[in-house]
């Protein structure tokens, strides 16, 4: 059975950090790209950042670059979101997502976590 479990997620305050796991399971971890997204309640599900299947490429949402960073590590099959300097509007639930393909399109993306809640105060 494939489950991504994400953890992480929290109350934190304006400028401060956070760090997102999502551990993988039920399929082989190395041959997925990985992604994370984020979405308010009455908005579309938004791309922030995606990973290649090795970990030698990454892409960023413009509103996250220099802030966020992804990285994965297979032998643990699990993907990280290190968020820094977080700001108001990164308030959101944010999702895990695995797909062979990769890309910032959520849906074609084949797997997904449950979702984990990030909020940050003013």
């Known amino acids: 059975q494939v489950q991504l479990v994400e953890s992480g997620g929290g109350l934190v305050q304006a400028g401060g950090s956070l760090r997102l796991s999502c551990v993988a399971s039920?399929?082989?971890?190395?041959?997925?790209?990985m992604a994370w997204f984020r979405q308010a309640p009455g908005k579309e599900r938004e791309f922030v950042a995606g990973?290649?299947?090795?970990?030698?490429?990454?892409s960023y949402a413009n509103s996250v670059k220099g802030r966020f960073t992804i990285s994965r590590d297979n032998a643990k099959s699990t993907v990280y979101l290190q968020m820094n300097s977080l700001k108001p509007e990164d308030t959101d639930v944010y999702y895990c997502?695995?797909?062979?393909?990769?890309?910032?399109?959520?849906?074609?993306?084949?797997?997904w976590g449950q979702g984990t809640q990030v909020t940050v105060s003013s």
């Open positions: 039920g399929y082989t971890f190395n041959t997925y790209a």
């Open positions: 990973i290649s299947r090795s970990g030698d490429s990454t």
């Open positions: 997502a695995a797909d062979p393909r990769g890309g910032s399109y959520y849906l074609i993306y084949r797997y």
